[in-house]
């Protein structure tokens, strides 16, 4: 065999193998390239910073540890005053693949959505003003926004900006399952290839799709029967007040759902096991034999991908002019900017 013929298989193997990868309905996810090193990391001190909080207590990383996953572990997250939230928080792990954020889909984007939790009562309990107010009072972060943006202004825009953007880099490369469509055929063991092809014939594929394995569309939660749950949250016709959007929520993504428990909506069910079984019956109209539900299981369990390596950062020092948090609601001080004689 020559070596132009060598060459030539060589090539022709590569194109064969970019076709078979580009067939299937679940697609690679890609490392991410930081291209804002700098907005990242203060959007990074802004993810973990508790004094966004009225309680100066709760931070985005509160809701979407990422330490667990990208989740609370909670069936409804622990919100100001330990009100319990109205839903799952979903993860935040690969999020930016998502068609919209929340469950019911009403932001548009990261940045819109990182602005919802902290004016929301039940969440963070403070306002857009009291955010901004207190990054300002903190000289190195106007220093840091100074040197993002341009100048020292804190707005909610650039905070939430700057959030959304390390957000954009919490992506989970390099799972079994990526690289065994990328050729590597002993990535994954006979059960999780077995249960992929059972992904795929059962429909499964229909709403997970993509490089997220979801996070596409919107579907109707008891499609075929009805899903029993306590839980009030309706899904879209929040949103657009249709009825036919009456409990349809946004697909959730299937990366690295053995870290995302408890699921659904509502967070009632704690395995993958259960969870599986209960799709296949409500949206579906199928019963899974106990070898199929343990392929299938095995097919999710390798969607785990490398997790975000996150070096916390150390955040600025509260000053005179930060206001003060609130952290009960018995608490008689409030979240105005301390007088300087208090501090005497």
């Not at 699921?263 to 009632?268: K, L």
Request: proline content about 7%; some cysteine.
């Amino acid at each position: 065999m020559t070596k132009l013929t060598s060459i030539a298989i060589f090539i022709a193997g590569i194109f064969v193998s970019a076709h078979a990868i580009s067939a299937e309905p679940i697609e690679v996810i890609k490392a991410v390239k930081v291209t804002e090193p700098e907005k990242v990391e203060l959007g990074k001190m802004l993810f973990f910073e508790p004094r966004l909080s009225k309680s100066g207590y709760i931070s985005c990383n509160s809701c979407h540890n990422l330490a667990t996953g990208g989740v609370d572990a909670l069936p409804t997250s622990v919100g100001h005053n330990w009100q319990q939230g109205p839903i799952n928080s979903p993860t935040v792990l690969n999020a930016n693949y998502m068609l919209a954020q929340f469950w019911d889909g009403r932001a548009s984007d990261l940045q819109a959505q990182a602005a919802g939790p902290i004016e929301n009562p039940k969440e963070m309990g403070y306002s857009h003003a009291l955010a901004t107010q207190t990054i300002a009072s903190m000289p190195a972060y106007r220093a840091h926004f100074a040197k993002v943006y341009g100048d020292e202004n804190v707005t909610i825009d650039r905070l939430t900006d700057a959030i959304s953007t390390f957000e954009k880099t919490l992506v989970t490369p390099n799972s079994p399952f990526d690289q065994y469509l990328l050729g590597k055929q002993d990535a994954i063991s006979v059960d999780a290839k077995a249960g992929y092809q059972l992904f795929k014939s059962k429909g499964c594929v229909s709403c997970h799709n993509g490089p997220a394995v979801g996070g596409t569309m919107y579907m109707k939660m008891g499609l075929i029967k009805p899903f029993h749950t306590n839980n009030p949250a309706e899904g879209r016709i929040a949103v657009t007040g249709k009825e036919a959007d009456k409990f349809v929520f946004k697909v959730p993504t299937l990366r690295n759902i053995e870290l995302t428990y408890p699921y659904f909506h509502d967070g009632s069910v704690w395995t993958l096991e259960e969870a599986v079984n209960t799709m296949a019956d409500i949206q579906l109209g199928q019963k899974l034999s106990d070898k199929e539900n343990l392929e299938m299981v095995a097919f999710l369990v390798s969607l785990t991908g490398d997790q975000p390596q996150i070096t916390l950062p150390i955040l600025p020092p509260s000053n005179k002019n930060t206001p003060r948090p609130v952290p009960f609601s018995h608490d008689l001080m409030s979240s105005k900017p301390v007088s300087s004689e208090l501090l005497k």
